[in-house]
């Protein structure tokens, strides 16, 4: 029952139509009582860190690819458009601490290897640092 100024006016069930909508950027799904939500929105900064990852996983790869022992510590030309550079400049630490890099320079690399980097192309020399190693 709902009090109007023309009366009282009677709601059954029938008259009423609950209706859920997801907002623009939010992946949802229920189940029962139960609600998931994805907030889908890419932003700068995990597009960022997204690329460098990226950049991460190629260079274990390569590193794979030239049987370099796990504590090998390597040097990287990296070959890639300057927005990408940009986009990678504060993950430089993480990217060389993950990879063991000993120096990561934004250079032409032109007998790289050539990867697809989230949609940037580019080129990747890496090279063992036997200097480093003769260091220990």
Same mark, same amino acid.
């Given at each position: 029952?709902?009090?109007?100024?023309d009366?009282?006016?009677?709601?059954e069930?029938?008259?009423?139509?609950?209706? #859920?909508?997801?907002? &623009?950027?939010?992946?949802?799904?229920?189940?029962?009582?139960f609600?998931?939500? +994805?907030? %889908?929105?890419? %932003? /700068?900064?995990?597009?960022? &860190?997204?690329?460098? #990852? &990226?950049?991460?996983?190629?260079?274990? %790869? $390569? @590193? @794979?690819?030239?049987?370099?022992?796990?504590?090998? #510590?390597? #040097?990287?030309?990296?070959?890639?458009?300057?927005?990408?550079?940009k $986009?990678?400049? @504060?993950?430089?630490?993480?990217?060389? &601490?993950?990879?063991?890099? %000993?120096?990561?320079? +934004?250079?032409?690399?032109?007998s790289?290897? /050539?990867?697809? $980097?989230?949609? +940037?192309?580019?080129?990747?020399?890496?090279?063992k640092?036997?200097? +480093?190693?003769? @260091?220990?």
């Amino acid at each position: 029952e709902l009090q109007t100024s023309d009366g009282i006016l009677l709601i059954e069930k029938e008259d009423v139509v609950i209706e #859920r909508k997801v907002k &623009e950027g939010i992946l949802a799904q229920s189940d029962g009582l139960f609600t998931v939500a +994805f907030d %889908t929105i890419i %932003t /700068e900064e995990l597009s960022q &860190e997204g690329l460098a #990852r &990226e950049v991460v996983n190629k260079l274990n %790869t $390569m @590193r @794979r690819e030239q049987d370099l022992d796990v504590s090998d #510590r390597i #040097r990287v030309l990296l070959d890639i458009d300057e927005k990408a550079q940009k $986009m990678l400049e @504060r993950w430089l630490v993480y990217i060389s &601490e993950e990879t063991l890099a %000993t120096s990561l320079l +934004f250079s032409q690399a032109p007998s790289g290897q /050539e990867w697809d $980097m989230n949609g +940037f192309p580019a080129h990747i020399t890496i090279e063992k640092d036997t200097q +480093f190693q003769a @260091r220990k």
